[in-house]
């Protein structure tokens, strides 16, 4: 007889968060992590939750946005369970427009969002002048200002989850652990590998990232993002900065050169930043699934097998829910998997 309803693999924020949900509900959980909580992806510093352009919606898109919508409730009761901060904030974000066709551009996108974004968040072409400090430099003098993105603290949303998990009477197993009940494979990169090498095709790879921070206390102010660089002022007196994409890489989990162009990038883009000290140097590895989409839901032709992956460069943003549909599926058999999410659209 089974003494739990759902055995989560992996100790990272899509396992962590599929197996609050679970406790959450009511079901009895265990989760098992090989090496340590934030061992993978997860274990990094930058934390951006925001959302894509707000046009042409697809799916993705939608997907993400709900994410997005619910992730102040969400980390709000992983706090409220297990008493631990999660960094969680809505602070908004900012993207320099680098000249009248960018900004033109920016401004056709102000409908977009009002329509897309159903009021959870404005999208608007603002004077860069209107922001203090961290504010970027604009060629045009204007950035896009949003009001949906958020942040959170990679750091501390493991512990966070942890603790919320056992407050509901979850185990947590770090090394080995009888799988019972519902398994589920939230296993990153090493879960890919398993996709790939059980279907006999490239279901996804690794894509490596760098990223760094910094001694900065920025308050409670927008992130920037321009040109794939993300800026992101925490809580606790830092500012993350990434970061790097490499789909080759020796290492996995060294930073290099790259990471200081990264830097260097950062700090021309915000000033505010040109002397704050490098507190850390950080590289892992993005579980990208050959679809660039979260890979969701049962296992084909494994019974009471699930996976929940892919994350990619948002994981964080998609956690919350991705949590709530593999919750819904594995205890109310309800399957609310956004269709090109499934394990079957990638193998
Ligand atoms: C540089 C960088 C910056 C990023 N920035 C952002 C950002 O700003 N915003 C955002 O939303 N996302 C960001 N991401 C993406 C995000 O980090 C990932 O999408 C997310 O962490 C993936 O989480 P995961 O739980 O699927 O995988 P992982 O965190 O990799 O967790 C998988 C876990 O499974 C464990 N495991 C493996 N095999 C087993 C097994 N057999 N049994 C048990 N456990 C096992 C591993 O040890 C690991 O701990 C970034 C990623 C990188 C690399």
């Keep these: 007889m089974a003494t739990v309803d759902v055995t989560v693999r992996g100790g990272g924020v899509f396992g962590l968060s599929v197996a609050w949900e679970c406790a959450r509900r009511g079901a009895r959980v265990r989760l098992i992590e090989t090496t340590r909580i934030g061992a993978g992806a997860s274990g990094g510093v930058v934390g951006a939750l925001a959302p894509h352009v707000p046009e042409q919606w697809n799916a993705k898109k939608q997907f993400q946005f709900e994410s997005l919508v619910m992730a102040g409730d969400f980390w709000g009761g992983v706090t409220e369970a297990g008493g631990a901060q999660t960094g969680f904030a809505r602070v908004g974000r900012l993207q320099p427009l680098a000249d009248a066709a960018a900004a033109a551009l920016a401004e056709g996108r102000v409908a977009g969002a009002a329509e897309h974004w159903q009021g959870q968040g404005i999208w608007r072409v603002a004077p860069v002048a209107e922001f203090g400090v961290l504010a970027p430099v604009s060629p045009t003098g204007l950035v896009v200002h949003d009001t949906l993105s958020a942040r959170a603290n990679p750091r501390l949303l493991g512990p966070a989850l942890v603790a919320a998990i056992r ?20 296993t990153g ?38 040109d794939g660089l993300l800026i992101v002022p925490h809580a606790n007196g830092t500012v993350a900065v990434g970061s790097t994409a490499e789909k080759r890489y020796d290492a996995p989990d060294t930073t290099d050169e790259q990471l200081d162009a990264v830097l260097a990038r950062a700090r021309a883009l915000c000033p505010d930043l040109a002397d704050a000290p490098v507190l850390e140097r950080w590289a892992g590895v993005r579980p990208r699934a050959a679809t660039m989409a979260p890979v969701l839901g049962a296992w084909p032709g494994r019974t009471g097998h699930y996976v929940a992956n892919g994350g990619f460069k948002i994981g964080f943003g998609m956690a919350p829910k991705v949590a709530e549909v593999m919750a819904d599926l594995l205890l109310e058999g309800r399957d609310a998997i956004p269709a090109g999410f499934r394990v079957e659209d990638c193998v």
């Design 189 to 226: 990169i090493d879960g890919l590998g398993a996709l790939s090498a059980a279907f006999g095709k490239q279901v996804g790879n690794g894509v490596k990232g760098q990223a760094a921070i910094l001694g900065f206390d920025a308050g409670t102010v927008p992130q920037v993002f321009a």
């Design 167 to 186: 407050a509901k009477g979850g185990e947590i197993v770090i090394g080995e652990g009888p799988d019972e009940g519902a398994v589920v494979w939230a």
